[in-house]
């Protein structure tokens, strides 16, 4: 019984230390959203003396945060559609494939390579071949996250279809169906849950990514997205937090939303 009240007790208190370690930030960038910058001066803990409103207005009067909005949305939607249409119809085709061909087999490891290779590693030869093809714009950079969510993508997939049972689709067959309906009738319903893990995962991902935005979409302000946006708002000698934590939660918002509305899919994936 003690034993059991101990380990309630450490329980508890590792779930409130993580709680504090999550609430604090946001407690201070929110707060900080409200005051101006002689308050945050002062202190960055203390409540703001009055709900200033003045940093969102700032943020939301400059044209570049709709620039950076659109084009951020535009790159994540076009690049998951990209990824959705293309990715899974491959994972099938390789986790039945390598069952018969060592091709296959071959290529499936191929692309688990992939995996334990950095993207620092291959950033710099992946910026001159895209400049090469005169793709530094937002198409280059969707064919990029296409390309770079390949291997990982494989990897879930193929080990999810592998719970999938044959027998499924054999019926299929013997009921008279072609390989791209059992695919799209059979397989694709099946995979619901491994295509929403995918599809949330890969969409935070390219919505926060700042790293590939800025080596490939620098080069004017019309081409930034939300990350190098925020950006902005440091320079070499300091930081404007009231702006950069107000444009923060603009940022932030619509991966709230979105968290919110697919949280089963998030939770059943």
């Known amino acids: 019984m003690r034993t059991t009240k101990k380990g309630k007790f450490f329980l508890y208190l590792i779930l409130t230390l993580g709680a504090l370690l999550i609430l604090f930030p946001m407690y201070i960038t929110i707060t900080t959203t409200f005051k101006t910058p002689a308050e945050s001066a002062v202190s960055f803990f203390t409540l703001p003396k009055s709900l200033y409103l003045g940093n969102y207005a700032t943020v939301l ?5 709709y620039y950076a909005y659109g084009n951020t949305i535009l790159i994540t939607v076009v690049s998951l559609l990209g990824e959705m249409l293309i990715l899974p119809p491959m994972g099938f085709a390789l986790s ?18 992939g995996i334990f290779l950095p993207w620092q590693v291959r950033m710099m030869p992946v910026v001159k071949l895209m400049g090469w093809l005169g793709l530094l714009s937002p198409l280059g950079i969707t064919l990029l996250y296409i390309a770079h969510a390949t291997c990982e993508s494989m990897f879930l997939y193929v080990g999810y279809l592998a719970t999938v049972s044959d027998s499924i689709e ?35 991902a390219i919505w926060n990514d700042f790293q590939m935005p800025l080596i490939t979409l620098n080069r004017s302000s019309k081409l930034w997205t939300l990350t190098i946006y925020l950006n902005n708002f440091q320079s070499e000698l300091s930081v404007d937090y009231n702006l950069s934590f107000a444009c923060l939660m603009l940022t932030c918002l619509p991966i709230v939303i979105f968290y919110i509305i697919m949280q089963k899919q998030i939770m059943g994936g």
């Open 170 to 204: 054999e019926a299929a067959y013997i009921d008279g169906a072609s390989t791209f309906q059992v695919y799209t009738r059979v397989i694709l319903p099946l995979m619901t849950p491994i295509l929403s893990t995918v599809l949330i995962r890969e969409g935070l």
């Open 96 to 113: 039945r494939g390598m069952k018969q061909n060592r091709f296959f087999k071959g290529l499936y490891f191929f692309f688990l390579l």
């Open 61 to 65: 009067q400059d044209e570049k945060l």
